[in-house]
């Protein structure tokens, strides 16, 4: 791992690899594995990234060419579709700006490849609004928290370590305490206080928990129960959560979209979302969705302030269209007669469809079966400096350019598509 655009000395760094988006990281010349503050996921990224193919060059059904030609046969694709496809979507801010302007010159849907998990919580948020956190509430304030299906370090796993045990809170607040719900106890260690205090772990299937958050609902409306337990969980036990969480002076509510992998899971995320409507009624409380990865807040982000909606969008002689259902890759996919599948930060394999395709992506995609145009891009911040918005959508931080390649960055290569079309 070397280069850090000339010097090789150490350098600081913003690491992509999940939301929290560490801006402290430190990388050491002598290899990715003694970054400083980094967590196994961010070492792991960066190793990857380092040891990527810079060499790799663009090809035609697997047959290598140069950029150009590979830029004219995309663009061929592109002007003989009627009905494209932009799925993946794994890129930062740039990156979608330049997609939503191929987006609008091709009539092209858009997708992310996480959107499944996304849309659980845009419909609630559409449906109902919802009252959610910064993670600079969640360090100052926040003296209780519920997790609820998610351990949340296996997906953010500096959570703990940089909000929960800081000790550097603005306002003089205790020691948050934790309540894992639905999430397997050996998945629950991170949620031990430094001075030793374990978390409250209530196990339950995940299909449990559309059920066990109503019945916290409930008795938070102060109604009556007429059994002893709900999926296997005892209402003792649930009664003591709710008294926790109204007696907490800033109580916040966690969850993954992406755990909540059962039918109608937004009517689960409404039900969080009440429940947390409820505890303001007399205290203060907030919700914590975690995002999937792979640049989705900052995607949906992008396409909501240019269109006015999130992915799963279409752009129709430049107006914007949204059906979640209608437009999501796996309908598209039977409808679209061209696909162009991005992926930046990792070398997620495009879906394999007989349907021309353009692959723009990680140097080491793997390509079980070669597409129509393959054009190899740089990674954001790695080999291209970029902008991505956190977790918590309040900010956006810049990404750098690490090391020196031929890579082209996704959007010069789809501002020269553009200009091609
Ligand atoms: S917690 Fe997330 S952003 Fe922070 S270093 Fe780890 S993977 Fe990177």
């Not at 609820?148 to 603005?170: C, M």
């Not at 956190?390 to 020269?416: M, Q």
Request: glycine share 4%; charged share 15%.
């Amino acid at each position: 791992m070397k280069n850090y655009t000339s010097s090789n000395e150490p350098t600081s760094a913003t690491c992509p690899a999940c939301g929290l988006l560490c801006d402290d990281l430190i990388l050491n010349a002598t290899g990715a594995e003694s970054v400083k503050n980094g967590c196994a996921k961010s070492i792991t990224f960066f190793e990857q990234s380092f040891q990527t193919d810079i060499s790799a060059s663009a090809s035609l059904f697997g047959k290598p060419c140069d950029l150009n030609t590979a830029i004219s046969a995309a663009a061929d694709i592109l002007r003989k579709s009627k009905q494209p496809l932009f799925a993946g979507l794994g890129t930062e801010v740039q990156g979608m700006r330049s997609l939503m302007r191929l987006a609008e010159k091709s009539n092209a849907t858009l997708d992310h490849m996480h959107s499944e998990s996304t849309v659980r919580n845009t419909l609630t948020m559409q449906n109902s609004g919802w009252l959610t956190t910064t993670l600079a509430e969640i360090k100052n304030r926040a003296d209780v928290i519920l997790a609820i299906g998610t351990d949340i370090v296996t997906s953010h796993p500096r959570f703990f370590e940089k909000l929960v045990w800081n000790t550097d809170s603005l306002f003089n607040k205790p020691t948050p305490e934790i309540i894992y719900l639905s999430v397997p106890a050996e998945n629950t260690q991170a949620g031990i206080a430094p001075n030793g205090t374990s978390p409250t772990v209530i196990p339950a299937d995940t299909a449990s928990i559309p059920e066990i958050v109503n019945a916290l609902n409930a008795l938070l409306h102060h109604k009556k129960i007429k059994a002893d337990t709900v999926a296997g969980v005892a209402i003792s036990t649930l009664q003591a959560v709710a008294d926790k969480l109204k007696s907490a002076q800033y109580a916040v509510v966690v969850w993954s979209a992406a755990s909540l992998k059962f039918t109608h899971a937004e009517l689960t995320v409404q039900s969080i979302v009440q429940l947390i409507n409820t505890l303001n009624e007399n205290s203060r409380a907030a919700g914590f969705p975690l995002n999937s990865g792979d640049g989705d807040t900052s995607i949906n982000n992008t396409s909501t302030w240019l269109s006015g909606y999130p992915t799963r969008s279409r752009l129709v002689n430049g107006k914007p269209e949204y059906d979640t259902y209608h437009f999501s890759t796996k309908k598209q996919l039977d409808l679209c007669d061209a696909l162009l599948w991005v992926s930046t930060f990792n070398p997620h394999s495009p879906p394999d469809i007989k349907t021309p395709t353009i692959v723009i992506g990680h140097p080491n995609t793997q390509l079980e079966h070669q597409p129509d145009v393959f054009i190899p891009v740089g990674i954001p911040g790695v080999d291209h400096a970029g902008l991505m918005f956190r977790v918590d959508s309040s900010i956006t931080l810049p990404l750098k350019k690490l090391r020196d390649n031929h890579l082209p960055s996704l959007s010069d290569v789809i501002s020269k598509i553009e200009a091609s079309l």
